[in-house]
Each structure stands twice: as C-alpha cells, then as structure tokens.
T-cell receptor, first 115, second 114 residues
C-alpha cells in the first residue's frame, strides 16, 4: 500500500516567493493533518481536516499560510509570501477517523529552505 | 488542553543496554496513546499504540510500552538496544471521542553507541 505522499521532498526558494506543498492521503483515509518541525519549536500542528472540512487551524502561524483540501484525497499548504523563518520540515499525516480510535500515518516530509 | 511530558531529552547508552523513556500526560479522561520514532533524516513512524485492553503493549522492533492509568503514564521500554535504535522518540496523546488531534511531547533523542 502506498503511504502518505508528499511533494516536493525538498524546496529552496527566495524570500517573498510563493511556496506550495502537496500531500496525498492514504487511500480511504478521511482526516488530514499538516505539521511543521524545527529544531527550536519541535513538532507543531498547523491545521487539520476531517472529511475535507478544516477543524482546527489555530496552529497556522499567520495569514501568509493557507491550506486547502480540493478533494478527499489531496491537500495543499501554501505560503505566500515566504520568509526565512518559514524554513522547516513540513509533514502531513493522514488517518481514518472512526469513533474514538484514530492512528495518524506520516508522510516523508518536505524540507523547505527560504533564503 | 492536553499536555505531554517527556523527560531526559538526550539519552546516550551502549548497545545491549536497556532503554526506558518516560511519558506523562495531563488529560484525565479516556485517552489513546502512541509512541512514534523518527530515524535521522526520516519521517515519524508508528512504533506502537494503546487504545484499550491489555495495558502492556508490544510494538515493532522489540519495543513495548505500559499504560498506567493511575500515574497518567505510558513509558516506552526496550530490554536490549541496538545501534540502529538511534533516533528521536515521540510520545503522543489523543483525547478519544470528539477530538482526533494529537498532542506530542518534545521528544527523546536517543543515541546508541556501538
């Protein structure tokens, strides 16, 4: 079975540019989570969706960040304009939400460097 | 809000030594508990999980964890570590019904010396 797929795996861009990160959920999963990992702040939840609906976006740093689920199996995280402090590894995770049990499976991550 | 505490952020030990990593959480209701492992340069992988039933959970690669409800703890153990166990280990807690958001601890960086 294919796991969570993320693209690109590495992205280097200049400050002010728009960055779009992509995530494909595991087939049949209905929840999607975006995380950011840095040395200083560790692993932070940015936003998560259940059945394509954003449930909690309180972790999104500011208006420069936006996330969408245009369909049930795909999500994008956009940063516009990007800044050097956005440099981090961005992970998405998916899960099958049913009742009270829910296991998140992580993608390989996108390492973003903003110069 | 839930919080998860992991102590001894950096652990260094020799091969064949035993490993125990502590995890304590603050939520008082029904919880789901997880340990994830992140090998250098890789993504988080599920090591083991507890939803209900036997509080001693066995995971992959010889790891196990014990849920002690009275102590709000879910400690991870491995009797004899290998160099390949060098990684960062994260404990995570989910508050069951109504919320599938995970609260993560800050992680334990484990280095196994050959």
């Amino acid at each position: 079975d294919a796991g969570v797929i993320q693209s690109p795996r590495h992205e280097v861009t200049e400050m002010g540019q728009e960055v779009t990160l992509r995530c494909k959920l595991i087939s049949g999963h209905n929840s999607l989570f975006w995380y950011r990992q840095t040395m200083m702040r560790g692993l932070e939840l940015l936003i998560y969706f259940n059945n394509n609906v954003p449930i909690d976006d309180s972790g999104m740093p500011e208006d420069r960040f936006s996330a969408k689920m245009p369909n049930a199996s795909f999500s994008t995280l956009k940063i516009q304009p990007s800044e050097p402090r956005d440099s981090a590894v961005y992970f998405c995770a998916s899960s099958l939400r049913r009742g009270s049990t829910d296991t998140q499976y992580f993608g390989p991550g996108t390492r973003l460097t903003v110069l | 809000a839930q919080s998860v505490s992991q102590h001894n952020h950096h652990v260094i030990l020799s091969e064949a030594a035993s490993l125990e990593l502590g995890c304590n959480y603050s939520y008082g209701g029904t919880v789901n508990l997880f340990w994830y492992v992140q090998y250098p340069g890789q993504h988080l992988q599920l090591l083991l999980k507890y939803f209900s039933g036997d509080p001693l959970v066995k995971g992959i690669k010889g790891f196990e964890a014990e849920f002690i409800k009275s102590k709000f703890s879910f400690n991870l153990r491995k009797p004899s570590v290998q160099w390949s166990d060098t990684a960062e280990y994260f404990c995570a807690v989910n508050a069951g019904y109504g919320n599938n958001r995970l609260a993560f601890g800050k992680g334990n960086q484990v280095v196994v010396i050959p």
